[in-house]
Every structure is written in C-alpha cells, then in structure tokens.
C-alpha cells in the first residue's frame, strides 16, 4: 500500500540553524500539507500546497517557514532559523484532488528538537 | 478551534464494540465528518468519513444522524492495538484539518 514517507525521522539542531524536513507524498497525490504537534499538545496545521504554491497558511507558518517541491517527488519544509519553541513533530500529509471530499494520509513524522 | 466536541476519554473491553460519540452541532452543508486517529508515537491515520448516509469500511462504521448533529464511530471488536487518540473533524473540500484534543481510547486486555 502507497505511503508517505518523511525524513530524517529525528533532527537534532542549534537554535538560529536551518533545518529542511523532507517528505515524499503518495505518487498520484495532488495537494500536500504540513502539519505539527507539539509534545502533550495537538495537531496544528502548518501550510497546504497545491499546483506548486501555497494554498492556505496558518499564523504559525510566518517569514522563518518554507515549503518547495523542488522535484516531482519531494516535498520540503525549511525552518529558516530555528527557535526553542520550533521543537515538535512535524508531519507530512498528502491527499488526492476531489471535489467532494478527501482523505489525508499522514506520514511517521519528524521529531525536531532545538537546542 | 474544532467544531467538534467529543469525550476526554473512553474505555473498551477487548474484543467489544466500541461507541465513539461526537456532536458537531454547527456542521453545514458541506461539511464532511472525518474520523482520524493517533497510534502512540505515530501520525494521524485516516479512519472513515461521510455527509449524510451510514458508512462501512475495513476499518470502523461510521453512522450519522439523521439531523448531521452527531455522529458516532463504531469499531466492531476493539483490539489492544485499536488503543488511541480518535478525532472527529468537519471539513468540505480539501480544507486543512482542524484536530481537536480527541478521545482517547484505553482498550483492557
């Protein structure tokens, strides 16, 4: 069964660093998601994007976030400079192009941790 | 916020059927009812979803009522690894999703 998959699975970082978080969606999938959840907290939606621009964006998703698709399988997230508060995990989602309704399949994650 | 209210948490006997409610009062028109869930340490995984009508899957049941107020997500026999977060989200479209704190589902062996 087709999967997203992200990696690394575990990213260590430095405050003020950059960090890219890589997913590959489901092959045939059309729109792209990034999503986060804090330790103890809930899912937050990051960014949607969808014939290669931003759909739709949180608050969260300011100056110091990203998203490309830099080939036909890759989908990145770059944090510019990283802040304590950045550390959670970060998924990746991905769906099919409906009109009438959707399914979101999600990938294991990202852990990142800001030191 | 979510739209959706559901409990903290609930408990199931292994091999029971398990009743998972959610009221979603200001649902429109063109809401969909989604279910997701969350395994420990895992993404969120598609569960089922639907507008008006009952739906079956591999998965779960998923039944409606009739005025879309509430819903409630059915597993027929709940196994240790059916052991939760279940989160019902409204959403039309490909809109993001709205998660909500869920209800988290203990299943005793």
């Known amino acids: 069964e087709p999967e997203v998959t992200q990696t690394p699975s575990h990213q260590v970082t430095q405050m003020g660093q950059e960090v890219i978080l890589r997913c590959v969606p489901i092959s045939n999938h059309l729109y792209f998601y990034w999503y986060r959840q804090i330790l103890g907290q809930k899912v937050e939606f990051l960014v949607s994007f969808y014939n290669n621009e931003i759909s739709e964006k949180s608050e969260i998703f300011d100056d110091q976030f990203s998203v490309e698709r830099p080939d036909g399988s890759n989908f990145t997230l770059k944090i510019r400079s990283t802040k304590l508060e950045d550390s959670a995990m970060y998924f990746c989602?991905?769906?099919?192009?409906?009109?009438?309704?959707?399914?979101?399949?999600f990938g294991p994650g990202t852990r990142l941790t800001v030191t | 916020d979510a739209k959706t209210t559901q409990p903290n948490s609930m408990e199931s006997n292994e091999e029971e059927p398990v009743h998972l409610p959610c009221n979603h009062s200001?649902?429109?028109?063109?809401?969909?009812i989604h279910w997701y869930r969350q395994l420990p340490s895992q993404g969120p995984e598609y569960v089922i979803h639907?507008?008006?009508s009952n739906v079956n899957n591999r998965m779960a049941s998923l039944a409606i009522a009739e005025d879309r107020k509430s819903s409630t997500l059915i597993l027929h026999r709940a196994t240790l690894r059916d052991a939760a977060v279940y989160y019902c989200?409204?959403?039309?479209?490909?809109?993001?999703?709205?998660f909500g704190k869920g209800t988290r589902l203990s299943v005793i062996a």
């Open positions: 989200i409204l959403a039309s479209g490909n809109t993001p999703l709205v």
């Open positions: 200001t649902i429109s028109g063109t809401d969909y």
């Open positions: 989602a991905s769906s099919l192009e409906t009109v009438l309704s959707y399914e979101q399949y």
């Open positions: 639907g507008l008006t």
